[in-house]
């Protein structure tokens, strides 16, 4: 398996929302790359007609009831808001023009 | 309490029972043991002494009404992933460094009923994602039994202070390993439930269909005696077990005559360490000659292909998870960023260490666009083979026995820097939480004077021959028993 290019890495991050400088993108290039090529042993099992596993228990469409209940206080959940204004979380602006 | 002797959550109880001594007293007594020893263990991110000490007061309340059940006023110490409401819960990640829970968590919520006294929370490795404390944020913990060493991980900062007596018993959580491992690795007893048997609400998500919280104990029937108040149908957590939740403490039988245990062989690795693969099978022996039935020559194919399965597996559900910290609505927050969207990958640019962005990177290259059927689909059809063959196992045997890792603790520092050596420690361990069944690890002797774990397994739900085979064993043996001079 080839090296993971830093373009592939820096399209990765961006994805992923996580900041990257130069040095990461190194780093990761060659860590990212160790990992997957350990991933290549998968390709060796013949896995035609079996069907994936998204979870180990045979529950299916857990249902709750449509009952009202009290939520948390507006005031516990904006306790640890970095920035608020009012009853708000704050950002900075979303869109621009 | 002057000289410190450490006592099982049955003995306690039964002293608390008998009014030898108040839970007051106990507790003053851990307050003391914690500020002896954890200045060299470092097991604790904090340490809540006046929380603990009001619980205390409360829980010798509730022994005087006669209201009192085996855990009340017992001190314990819980990892830093489960939600405590008015206490920090950090993971020992940068990110949530400052942050107050607003709720408790369901196993908190059911401790604080039975009338806990929490003395503080666990190190962990950050966000649970590591097989040694190292990748905490704020520092690492040291084995009780060699502090050069590491303590196992995620759950490493319970495990050591349960081996070191800073509290009766803890919780851990486990997602690949990490109740097993640690407790393997400092002679504790860890069992992680099967999937959906303990409520994972308040439990900070790491990888949603393999996290499980579990008792880290002294002995296996301390640890029966933590699920029968753990346990249980939660309707907050959608993948809840509904099934009904045994008397554990009845499994705590000390016979096993008759029953069919396989040991399958690829769980002794290339690599594996002489001494470990020795012990381990000291311990099977042992368990034949207490009449249990084994099979040495058990075949579970699919098992070396586990451990890429659960790392695309895991950092994919990750990404997802780890999705909400985007400093805004709790938790770091970078804000000298030039807009909205340069503050949020700053924040998890400096807000996470190196493994959680490198997971959440794996993660993220998984399910993206052209790589999803060549990793993450393949891996969900992996992990159906897996199941299978596990299920087959169990028409032919009650419990498979396995060692918990290959090696013993290693010395901190010796695998920090290759992510791929570390995951290894972890190969005897995942398979389990890929197949959703419990399993648990227990003291199985010592290699050059470091623990050994074996590991049980067992089909769903079936805890309670976990916990039978496991008492016989600790009662025809005392390596349980022995505890780390520090």
């Known amino acids: 398996m080839m090296k993971l290019k830093r373009e592939e890495v820096l399209h990765i991050a961006a994805l992923a929302r996580v900041g990257v400088t130069d040095a990461d993108v190194e780093i990761m290039q060659e860590q990212l790359s160790n990992i997957l090529e350990n991933f290549e042993i998968l390709k060796k099992l013949d896995t035609e007609g079996v069907s994936p596993t998204a979870q180990s228990i045979a529950l299916q469409n857990v249902i709750m009831k449509d009952e009202i209940k009290a939520s948390l206080p507006q005031e516990d959940v904006l306790f640890n808001a970095p920035q608020r204004e009012g009853d708000f979380f704050k950002v900075k602006v979303v869109l621009e023009d | ?486």
């Open chain 2, 1 to 486: 309490m002057a000289n410190f002797r450490q006592q099982t959550l049955y003995e306690t109880h039964q002293q608390l029972k008998q009014k030898q001594i108040s839970s007051l007293e106990l507790t003053r007594a851990y307050l003391e043991r914690i500020q002896q020893v954890d200045s060299k263990v470092k097991a604790l991110v904090s340490v809540t002494a006046e929380k603990a000490l009001e619980q205390a007061r409360q829980a010798d309340n509730l022994i005087a009404a006669g209201k009192m059940t085996p855990l009340t006023g017992v001190p314990v110490i819980i990892k830093d992933n489960m939600c405590t409401r008015g206490i920090k819960t950090t993971c020992s990640s940068k990110m949530l460094g400052n942050f107050i829970p607003p709720y408790n968590a369901t196993v908190i919520e059911k401790l604080d009923a039975a009338g806990m006294v929490m003395m503080g929370k666990a190190n962990m490795d950050e966000f649970a994602m590591g097989s040694s404390t190292e990748n905490s944020a704020f520092f690492t913990t040291c084995n009780p039994w060699d502090l050069n060493r590491v303590p196992g991980g995620s759950s490493g900062g319970s495990a050591a202070a349960v081996a070191a007596g800073e509290a009766v018993y803890a919780l851990g959580s486990d997602t690949g390993g990490s109740i097993r491992q640690p407790a393997g690795f400092c002679n504790v007893t860890g069992l992680k439930p099967t999937y959906g048997r303990v409520s994972r609400y308040g439990l900070v998500a790491f990888a949603s269909s393999l996290d499980q919280i579990g008792p880290m104990t002294q002995d296996v029937r301390d640890c029966a005696l933590v699920m029968n108040g753990i346990a249980g149908y939660d309707e907050r957590d959608s993948t809840s077990a509904t099934q009904e939740v045994p008397d554990y403490t009845k499994s705590l039988v000390a016979d096993i005559k008759g029953l069919r245990i396989g040991v399958p062989k690829e769980y002794f690795v290339e690599g594996m360490q002489p001494e470990v693969k020795t012990g381990i099978e000291t311990a099977i022996q042992k368990l034949a000659e207490l009449g249990a039935i084994v099979d040495w020559n058990v075949s579970l194919p699919s098992t070396p292909y586990a451990l890429a399965v659960y790392y695309i597996i895991a950092p994919s559900e990750a990404s997802a998870n780890l999705a909400r910290y985007d400093g805004v609505k709790y938790g770091f927050s970078y804000q000298e960023g030039n807009s909205m969207w340069d503050n949020m990958q700053k924040t998890r640019q400096f807000g996470f260490g190196p493994e959680v962005k490198r997971r959440i990177m794996l993660g993220t290259y998984a399910l993206s666009s052209g790589y999803y059927d060549a990793y993450y689909l393949k891996a969900q059809k992996v992990r159906t083979l897996i199941r299978q063959e596990f299920d087959q196992a169990f028409t032919k045997y009650d419990m498979l026995v396995t060692p918990t890792s290959p090696g013993v603790p290693f010395k901190i520092g010796e695998k920090a820097n290759d992510p791929v050596q570390m995951y290894l420690s972890d190969v005897c361990t995942l398979p389990i939480n890929i197949a959703g069944i419990p399993a648990i690890s227990i003291p199985a002797g010592f290699a050059g004077g470091l623990p050994i774990g074996l590991q049980f397994i067992g089909r769903p739900f079936s805890e309670e021959t976990l916990f039978r085979a496991a008492f016989t064993y600790q009662q025809a043996t005392n390596w349980h028993m022995k505890k780390p001079a520090l």
